[in-house]
């Protein structure tokens, strides 16, 4: 729902141009000449293909998979991608067949021939004939390119396809689960599976097919082979099958350590997700060295599992290059074995045929072994999510109706088979109807019951009208303040301008220079509490609906705003409604036409306030008499200074906006890169084996060159019946070296070549553990303004997606780019190849030069368009509840399909001017081995068979790996730009935690303020202004204000999250001379917010083991938590939703009352609580805490009217500081018109 009003995009020219053009890839020549005169940016992508669209794709899963449920079938993935795409996959496997085929009988033949041409003596090949010969190899080898590049655009246009299909189906299935299993499902694990998972469909895709196409070419090779030299092609071919197994096996086990790095990986994405988004807490509690050493561990784990992963792939590599040298050997030598005479012209028919069975055997094979070993493990995980049960929703009617109604009749629910409620029976009707109770009793899963997020174990749940819904907890969206509250709803100026009234909004919009256009931050986090909560409401109330459930929605307000909107709102403006509205206000019972009193799941009473007198709720009721929440003027003045915040830091920005980086990417980023992997010295080594690997495979390639020379020789002895005996023994003597050299040059390549891949992936694993290490350690160090101006999505896409690119792509890169500087070496000394090798070189490099600086702005805004789609799926289950409430499902899924729609045209484009490059640089090729043939026949003198299939057999090999690995070197820059981002985010503005660390501070607890100021980022307006005040050893100093008037603010200034202005002391030392991590451990806080994190109670309470086990029992027992808490290790899941609000707000007073502190500060630690509970903790704190220093920030005026002196803040300055009485004999001023509309005086 991005307000943004969305580009008009140029329609893709393959949409668009001719046949001619797409196949040659002409359309990308003004691309290329476009990106190479300036840096392109997000308008320049074109239209997504049609055929593309991530809608159109993802409703084509899911009717599919909505077949198999109704037919009742198991379900399966792979049968889903096999009705899906299985027919369109195989047909692009059969051309690739009949392709492979006719290589494999036209090339060898014909190849054959023109080397036989150079035999001595021989006469069967005139030179015509030879220049026919020639005619075909070079036609040939042309058509092939042509088909090789389309046809590998195919499969990767076919694997864009599958991703944002599997994407989409996957973000609409997470917006149904039901809530149990969102739980056991974490966020981390679904951007896993949209990141990297989902990956490996395309990287099957593009080996998939040569797995079946592999075994029919071995059939064609076999025949081929055999009509030509008997049986000796079955020896050879035989061997190749008896090692298949081995690589099979092997294949499996890459499944296995896939699906346990996998697990690995969503552990660390879900711990760096957790950090993130408490980031402000973590900073709070000193906790950023213990959340870096978990990420960094699971990490550590993660990379060694990809280490060995990648080291068994490459194992696999090995068996099969080996394989092949040792299939060609025994082939050859049977054949002389069976006694017929070798010459030039059958080993290289026999070395070019079999050439294009082994690159599918030995290279294709393995890979599609592994690929099909990742598509198990991916398939596996993406199963269980497809697989999971979703929410069976029984909606109401669409349209409003006269009398809503809301049934539950005996409706138990149990999560886990633990019974949150039990045998509930309740019929609500039209009016305010009041559920309340203790923390912990069920009051918000009663409404999710009835929102049938749910599904009832017993009994059953009926709904007459439609549903409006606001969250406990507020969530917002990135996007336009408007957008949130409109929600997909129509606008309707005068409905919109009355809700903003009702909930007390209008003063805040006036003071923003956007006004409720503005952009609202991930999770509003530039938005105080109370603008939250009232924009979260707004949203609720903006939509006409008959039923409106409010879960707690009054309780981040101060006390007369919260007065006013249930005066306003709740009272008037939703009369005509049925409304149940969640409070542990009990204040509101008067006003309610119905209460209900919820206990351990049960309904312990319901009925009108006059049938309640006997319960406790009435004694409630009278403990909350000094709360201050049920009188209030007509007038809502909200008077809002950190609006003015958001006028200075909401810019009008591009929602989820990353910055892009421009120009080539620096020697610098390598330079990091090559020193995070262990120095140049180990570099140099590491290339030191890819010589030594080279050096012998090109000897191999020379021994091939003697032996056909030699067998030569050896045949035209046999036929002048030479019976020279001593020539005989030197002959045989020189065919035994070789045999013996090429049998050990074959063990020394497969070492080496295996030893240079595990070599290079140490050095990148060691770079990668690096590179996270230092990301993690600087973003968890991060001064707090970086995090209020970027988007956890954005962030969340440099850990998960470019630390994948890291991980995986670049080694293998730069293991072909290695390869291909190393042959381009040796091919150069040979004087054959020299002039038109560095000739051809040259021009390569010119073509990279020019089509590079496209392809890494397309690599870049690849990167960049990923962003906004992790962004938003994270964004989206955040709020899955309130989106389902809404019945905007589809808004959303529409919404996720345009990212995905935007970053697939990005990739597409990158793919595609890949693929033009490549077919550009293939093309030059084929001039290149057009030379090399040419000059052959045209300077024929004496020039042996041998050495003629050497050169030529060389050519095409040093042609296609050159292209390659200039390919890959082009390549290397682009996913280099993985590097420069995670090195980004290396250099951001670190706090200053340097300072003394005092013995024994603070003894007192005396706290300081001189002359503060303080401003946010790009700001020029203070937040808080000339704040001057002590607080003495002991003293309670309770913190009072309008919404936003700088209560929160001045918690951050004495936290150090924000430089200010002036000087804070504590104990007469100012807290800029002390080190940060000291200051804040001698501080603690109760949060407005109760974050939890996934792990053991000990691990939320005491993370850092400094605690004995009695201690932290000791902090729980105060806590009131003892009932709730079974164990130290029983474990919270993610986000502690398997506690309620309230009891999360326990574990957090149980974080504080443990580390023992002399300052405390209560951040509005009470407001979830119901009134019993709330003094319960206030006598804890009475008890606990009664010779420390506590701040306490409250908008119950009950939780500070005993405080020794109460600071009164409005527009960001200290209005009134004094004893409560003291203020409360002044009736002109604040805090006694505060007191006042509160009705306590």
């Not at 990106?35 to 991530?54: A, H």
């Not at 003293?1035 to 204000?1041: T, Y």
Request: charged share 25%.
């Amino acid at each position: 729902m991005d307000h943004l009003e969305k580009p008009k995009r140029k329609a893709h020219p393959r949409d668009r141009n001719s046949f001619v053009s797409n196949i040659f890839f002409l359309y990308a020549v003004r691309l290329f000449q476009k990106g190479f005169k300036r840096d392109l940016g997000e308008d320049d992508l074109y239209e997504v293909l049609k055929s593309y669209r991530s809608k159109k794709l993802g409703d084509q899963l899911e009717l599919e998979w909505e077949k198999q449920k109704k037919k009742g079938k198991n379900l399966s993935v792979v049968r889903l991608m096999l009705n899906c795409y299985g027919v369109y996959y195989l047909y692009l496997g059969f051309v690739q067949l009949f392709m492979n085929v006719t290589e494999i009988v036209i090339r060898p033949y014909a190849l054959g021939k023109l080397v036989a041409y150079f035999a001595p003596g021989q006469t069967d090949i005139s030179k015509q004939d030879a220049y026919l010969y020639a005619a075909i190899v070079l036609g040939y080898n042309f058509c092939q390119c042509v088909y090789k590049h389309n046809y590998y655009l195919m499969l990767a246009s076919f694997g864009v396809k599958v991703r944002a299909a599997f994407c989409s189906f996957m973000y609409r299935k997470a917006l149904k689960l039901s809530p149990a299993h969102l739980g056991d499902i974490s966020i981390g694990k679904i951007v896993t599976l949209m990141t990297k998972d989902v990956d490996t469909f395309e990287f099957f895709i593009d080996f998939g097919n040569d797995l079946w196409i592999g075994f029919v070419k071995t059939l064609v090779v076999c025949i081929t082979l055999y009509r030509r030299i008997g049986v000796s092609a079955l020896v050879g071919v035989g061997f190749f099958f008896l090692i298949m197994p081995i690589q099979i096996y092997l294949g499996t086990k890459v499944t296995q350590m896939k699906l346990s790095m996998c697990k690995t990986t969503d552990e660390r994405l879900q711990s760096t997700q957790e950090t993130l988004s408490a980031i402000r807490i973590i900073k709070m509690y000193t906790w950023e060295k213990i959340f870096d050493r978990k990420i960094s561990e699971a990490r550590k784990k993660e990379v060694h599992m990809t280490f060995k992963m990648s080291a068994l792939r490459f194992f696999i590599l090995a068996i099969g290059s080996l394989n092949s040298h040792v299939a060609f050997y025994l082939m050859v030598m049977s054949y002389i074995w069976f006694g017929n005479l070798v010459t030039a012209e059958i080993i290289y028919f026999i070395l070019t045929t079999f050439q294009s069975l082994t690159f599918g055997l030995s290279i294709l094979f393995p890979i599609g072994v592994y690929q099909t070993a990742e598509l198990r493990s991916a398939i596996t995980r993406i199963g269980q999510i497809l697989k999971a049960s979703e929410l069976q929703h029984e909606l109401p009617s669409s349209e409003i109706v006269t009398s809503p109604r809301i049934n539950l009749k005996n409706v138990t629910v149990s999560i886990h088979s633990n019974k949150i409620l039990k045998d509930i029976t309740i019929n609500i009707e039209k009016g305010l109807t009041l559920i309340t109770g203790p923390v912990g009793s069920g009051k918000s899963f009663l409404l999710k019951t009835i929102l049938r997020d749910y599904q009832t174990e017993e009994g059953h749940v009926t709904v007459q009208g439609t549903i409006s819904y606001a969250s406990q907890e507020p969530w917002l969206f990135p996007s336009s303040i408007r957008q949130n509250i409109l929600f997909g709803e129509k606008y309707n100026e005068k409905r919109y301008n009355e809700v903003l009234k009702v909930c007390a909004l209008i003063y805040d919009f006036e003071l923003l220079e956007n006004g409720d256009s503005t952009i609202v931050e991930d999770r509003g986090i530039n938005l105080s509490k109370g603008q939250q909560a009232r924009i979260n409401l707004a949203r609720a109330i903006y939509k006409e609906s008959d039923v409106y459930l409010l879960d707690d929605s009054l309780a981040a307000l101060d006390a007369h705003v919260s007065a006013f909107i249930f005066k306003e709102c709740v009272l008037q403006y939703l009369k005509d409604k049925l409304v149940v509205l969640v409070s542990h206000n009990v204040k509101y019972v008067k006003d309610a036409d119905t209460t209900v009193v919820l206990q351990n799941g049960t309904i312990k009473k319901i009925g009108k306030l006059s049938e309640l007198d006997e319960y406790e709720i009435v004694q409630s009721e009278e403990k909350n008499e000094k709360d201050g929440s049920d009188k209030t003027d007509d007038d809502d003045d909200d008077t809002n200074e950190e609006s003015k915040l958001l006028t200075e830091t909401f810019t009008q920005k591009k929602v989820y906006h990353e910055e892009k980086q421009a120009g080539e990417v620096t020697a610098e980023v390598y330079k990091q890169y090559f020193k995070f992997g262990g120095g140049f010295f180990k570099l140099i080594l590491v290339f030191s084996l890819f010589v030594a690997a080279q050096l012998f495979i090109s000897y191999t390639d020379k021994l091939v060159s003697n032996w056909v020379n030699l067998e030569e020789r050896i045949a035209n002895q046999s036929l002048a019946n030479s019976t020279n005996s001593t020539i005989d023994d030197d002959l045989n003597q020189e065919r035994r070296y070789i045999f013996y050299m090429y049998s050990f040059m074959t063990v020394a390549t497969t070492v080496t070549t295996f030893g240079r891949a595990v070599a290079l992936l140490f050095f990148a694993r060691t770079a990668s553990l690096y590179l996270h290490k230092h990301m993690i350690t600087t973003i968890v160090n991060a001064s707090m303004q970086f995090f209020d101006t970027n988007f956890i999505g954005n962030i969340l896409n440099r850990f998960s997606k470019d630390l994948i690119t890291i991980d995986e792509y670049i080694p293998f890169a730069i293991y072909h780019v290695f390869r291909v500087r190393i042959i381009t070496l040796i091919a150069t000394v040979n004087p054959l190849f020299l002039i038109p090798t560095v000739i051809f070189l040259l021009i390569l490099l010119v073509l990279r030069r020019f089509c590079l600086r496209t392809s890494r702005n397309l690599k870049r805004l690849e990167a960049l368009t990923r962003s906004p789609v992790v962004g938003y799926l994270n964004a989206s289950l955040e709020g899955v509840t309130t989106i389902r409430a809404f019945k905007t499902e589809k808004i959303l899924r529409d919404e996720f399909d345009r990212h995905q729609d935007l970053y697939s045209s990005a990739y597409y484009i990158l793919v595609s001017s890949m693929r033009a490059f490549a077919f550009t640089m293939d093309t030059l090729c084929g001039f290149y081995i057009s030379f090399i043939v040419l000059r052959f026949l045209i300077i024929d003198n004496d020039i042996l068979a041998g050495h003629v299939g050497l050169a030529i057999s060389q050519a095409f090999s040093l042609t296609g790996t050159l292209q390659w690995g200039i390919r890959q070197w082009a390549e290397i820059e682009n996913r280099m730009t993985s590097v420069e981002r995670v090195l980004e985010y290396t250099e951001i503005k670190q706090e200053n935690k340097q300072g003394l660390e005092l013995e024994s501070w603070p003894k007192q607890g005396e706290v300081k303020y001189d002359n503060v100021y303080l401003t946010y980022t790009n700001s020029n307006e203070y937040v808080l202004k000339n704040i001057n005040f002590t607080a003495n050893p002991r003293e309670k100093i309770g913190i009072v204000g309008r919404t936003g008037a700088g209560k929160s603010s001045i918690i951050s200034t004495l936290f150090r999250l924000y430089d200010v202005e002036g000087k804070i002391s504590i104990d007469g030392t100012e807290t800029k001379t002390l080190s940060l991590d000291y200051l804040r451990a001698n501080i603690s806080i109760i949060p407005q917010d109760p974050v939890l994190f996934t792990g053991s109670i000990r691990d939320n309470i005491d993370p850092t083991r400094r605690y004995t086990d009695d201690e932290i029992w000791k902090a729980i027992h105060c806590s009131h938590l003892k009932n709730l808490v079974p164990s130290l290790d029983f474990e919270i899941v993610e986000a502690g939703s398997n506690f309620s609000i309230g009891q999360r707000q326990l574990i957090c007073l149980a974080r504080a009352t443990v580390q023992n502190n002399k300052i405390i500060v209560l951040d509005e630690a009470t407001a979830n609580m119901d009134p019993e509970t709330d003094e319960l903790i206030h006598q804890t704190i009475r008890e606990n805490f009664r010779d420390c220093t506590v701040f306490t920030v409250a908008h119950k005026l009950n939780s500070i009217l005993h405080s020794d002196r109460v600071m009164v803040l409005d527009k960001g300055e200290i209005i009134e500081f004094d004893k409560p009485g003291t203020l409360l004999q002044n009736k002109d001023g604040v805090f006694y018109k505060m007191v006042a509309k509160a009705g306590l005086v």
